[in-house]
């Protein structure tokens, strides 16, 4: 594994996937070469839903992969966990190439290190609650008071205490995905996966899941890749982003680096709409502090919507770092300029 | 313009063959005796080695079949011995014990609706005087369910797990369902040997082809996400099959459960020409006394038999939150309707002061009917036999049978492809090359005049019921009887009142085959989106422009499904229908029935599965024409 320059080892590698779809792909992949275009694919008969793709999540980081229908997110997420086989490439997780484990390895490692949550929950529909979320601990062989324990106590985490009985079809869409949410975390997985989990859900509900969703990763820490097609969700949620279309990342980065520089027209298409102030920290907007510093100060890594109030009253803010020296200085007119030019 | 001209030119051609070229082409009408393929002398043989010879090594076939019997006579002897003929000197469960468990059962799966309607549906065998037959019925059904179900779920199962499995076995389940049942009791008689027993697995054999498409098809549907889920929590094979897969299916198995009870409420009563007993064995008794009102009794004990099981394993299918103590009311049940038994012969045996019979009634309406209106009906029947049977009749048995075979091939290479064109042509062909190609042509006179009839008085009933939710649900508790009542039951009074021959198998075959042309249309009509109806009105559309222009246009394929069905429903009757003296292929079936003929049998049956066959593709590929040019996705197609 090669070093990533910018921090520690990545938690999940992911080095040059393919997926090619068609009773032939791997032969069609070798034909054609690793550059080509998903025009080319299609001119044969087969879909290249993956191509060339290259991530690196980090520990503990909510990397969402987001993209349009059709753009092959959900196939590439199912190629990480190899619900489907991709075509090449390589998947480092715990130093082992999953590519390269057997049926039996992956079995265990989906037991233990690995959970999802689904876009239409999937959950069983002739078991309670209770016994939906024990599901993945009673597949392990673990006896029905320790998985009912912990499946209860994970019911609890997620807000549903005393539904415990309930069978899915009783429960609103909301509370179905919070089973969800609560199976994906019965076994206490390392690896979080969640496909588009609020994309079937009202408006109102997701806002309130989105909510949900972070303040359960504050407690657990999970290291998440995230699938969703709603471009407003991923900034909300993100720590990185990558936009996919046709298969391929277009871009990648923190949501912050994505707005301010798309790296095509079409990721410029989704970052058009976003209300810069809420996406773009302090630090990056801050200049050199010249003379004497302002009285009022505010934190480097806070959102220009958060500072934006407090120039009310002020000309000028007092940037701090994360230890409490002074780093810059936040100027009026660069925050106006910023607001206006969004 | 061009598309009407080729098919008329097809069509003159294809006159023109038929009526000009018998002195040039002879073999073309008649097919040569030297070389009708002698496939009934072939499976004959291959049953006789099958009996006397195969072996396994370790035991012959006769062993083994008789293994297979022992073991289904042990669950049945006990399935009697609890529900009709008593056992260790106990005697069976009393009529007051079955009502109250069945109603009980009802409670458990659909609430107090279902708990009554079955309750009541028994008590109304046991007020008829119908119980001990019924109670035999009951136990062979009992036995052939799970054997069936279980038989073809795991058929099903590996088909899912194993494609090339499913390609195998497709054409087979395809001519289980359309090989009419009496050529498969010959073999079965033949191999099993005469009794209950061998009804029971003539019966599973019969019910077990549903089940397996049923279970490859729920199980398809399952959503792939509860697949992903299943792998991803590290589930081994044998956990996915049965902790997600098959629960996840459940609602669509329990349909094929159904499916498997009610074909077999069908088949045991065919089954009693093998031995079956029960109500079978009375309904068949009094049709060969042509004692209708009997008969009718008997049918009539069936149908509340197939209503009660069929709404309990219907609601079984729902998930619900069942309440504790069933167990304890059964056992509860048990115990009381036991003593109260000791105490009171009542409750042992219904009484028979207490029983009802409207059999006498039933034969005199028909008596009646007789002495008032012979002339009337013998008129009807005779017009329609000299102004349309005959000449329909003989004008089919004229076709040569290259001509026919051509022209169908043309049908099916121009409503789909050259393949369905070639199946089509060869399986006329290989009727041809039986030797009984002027039999085929009786069953398809036969089976074509009473299909226009029944599609002439379906459609219009199913139209007007489509309209009107009142009526509708009237029409459909009558077809629903229609259809669960033995056909057998539909003989008796057709030839009461017009006496043995074709015209009375056609009136047979008609009441029999007009519920799915009833229904398909008003399903259809049903089903035809709303907005366009709407869209229709606010145009300024008449009532009768909207059915016109709109609903029959686009329930087009949903009535060609019908008029399958239809046919299916007609040709399954027909071959009974030799038990009142038809010169058809199904009498060439009955008659090897009772010459236990297993080879003249089963060439007979498969030329009926042929023409079903080549009946059901041909509309299924014109369904399927009209449904993509109306742009309506997805493939409805019933079973």
Known sequence: MTEDASGPAPKLLCRNVWKVFGPKGAGVLADLGMDATAAQFEARGYVAAVRAVDLAVAEGEIFVIMGLSGSGKSTLVRCLSRLIEPTSGEIWFHGQNLLTASEAEMMQLRRHKMGMVFQHFALLPHMSV????????????????????????????????????????????????????????????????????????????????????????????????????????????????????????????????????????????????????????????????????????????????????????????????????????????????????? | MRFAAIWLAVLGLFWGFSALAKPLLPWAFDWPKAMVLPAARWISAFTKWLLNEASFGLFTFQELTRGVSAVIEVPYRAATGVLSEGAFGLPPLSWLAVVVLVALLGHRAGGLRLALLSGLCFLFIAVFGQWTSAMV???????????????????????????????????????????????????????????????????????????????????????????????????????????????????????????????SLNMVIIASMIGAGGLGFDVLAALRRLDFGAGLEAGFAIVALAIALDRISQALAYERVVRHGYLWGALGTLGIAGLLAVLMPGVQSYPESWQLSTGTFWGQVVAWININYFDTLEAVKNALLINVLIPVKRFLIALPWAGVALFLGFVGWRLRDWRLGALVAGLTVLIAATGLWDKAMTTVYLCGISVVIAMLIGLPIGVMAAERASLWRWVRLAIDTLQTLPSFVYLMPAVML???????????????????????????????????????????????????????????????????????????????????????????????????????????????????????RLIGAAAARARARLGIAGDSHGG
Not at chain 2, 520 to 533: F, H, P
Not at chain 2, 573 to 582: C, F
Not at chain 2, 589 to 616: C, E, H, N, Q
């Open chain 2, 498 to 616: 017009f006496r043995v021959g074709d015209f009375t198998a056609m009136i047979a075959v008609v009441a029999y085959a007009v519920a799915p042309a009833i229904r398909y249309t008003a399903l259809g009509l049903q089903g035809v989106d709303a907005r366009l109806i709407e869209a229709g009105r606010a145009m300024g559309c008449t009532n009768w422009q909207i059915l016109t222009r709109i609903k029959l246009r686009l329930a087009l394929p949903e009535i060609m499904l019908g008029l399958n069905q239809t046919i299916m429903f007609a040709l399954s009757m027909l071959v009974i229908t030799a038990l009142v003296g038809t010169r058809d292929l199904g009498q060439e079936v009955y008659i090897a029935l009772t010459k236990a003929d297993s080879g003249r049998g089963l060439v007979g049956g498969l030329a009926v599965a042929f023409i079903a066959i080549i009946a059901d």
């Open chain 2, 137 to 263: 019925t009951l136990a062979s059904i009992l036995i052939a369910v799970p054997i069936g179900v279980a038989g073809g779920m795991s058929l099903g199962l590996a088909a899912y797990r194993w494609p090339g499995f499913a390609r195998a076995i497709t054409p087979v389940l395809d001519l289980m369902q359309t090989i009419p049942v009496f050529a498969y009791l010959v073999p079965v008689l033949i191999l099993f040997g005469f009794g209950p027993v061998a009804a029971i697995i003539a019966t599973v054999i019969y019910a077990m082809p549903p089940m397996t498409r049923i279970t490859q098809l729920a199980l398809q549907r399952v959503p792939g996400e509860l697949r992903d889920l299943g792998n991803m929590v590290g589930c081994s094979r044998r956990q996915m099959t049965w902790r997600v897969m098959v629960p996840s299916a459940k609602a669509g198995l329990m349909v094929g459960v159904n499916q498997v009870i009610m074909l």
């Open chain 1, 130 to 342: 209770l016994q939906n979320v024990a599901f993945p601990l009673e597949v392990q062989g673990v006896g029905r008071a320790a998985r009912e324990d912990t499946a209860r106590k994970m019911i609890a985490l997620v807000g549903l205490a005393g539904r415990e009985d309930a069978l899915p079809r009783q429960l609103s869409g909301g509370q179905q995905q919070r089973v969800g949410i609560a199976r994906s975390l019965a076994a206490d997985p390392e690896l979080w996966f969640l496909d588009e989990p609020f994309s079937a859900l009202d408006p109102l509900i997701r806002r309130e899941m989105q909510d949900e969703f972070l303040r359960l990763q504050a407690v657990l820490k999970k290291t998440i890749v995230f699938i969703t097609h709603d471009f407003d969700e991923a900034i909300r949620l993100a720590d990185k982003i990558a936009i996919m279309k046709d298969g391929a990342v277009v871009q990648q980065g923190t949501p912050e680096e994505i707005v301010l520089h798309p790296a095509t027209e079409y990721v410029a298409e989704f970052t058009k709409a976003v209300a810069r102030a809420k996406v773009v920290r302090v630090a990056s907007v801050m200049k050199p502090l010249e003379g004497a510093a302002p009285a009022i100060s505010i934190a480097a890594s806070a959102k220009i919507a958060d500072a934006a109030p407090l120039f009310l009253q002020e000309q000028a803010l007092r940037v701090v770092g994360a230890n409490g020296a002074t780093v810059g200085v936040l100027q009026r007119d660069d925050v106006v300029a910023l607001m206006l030019g969004g």
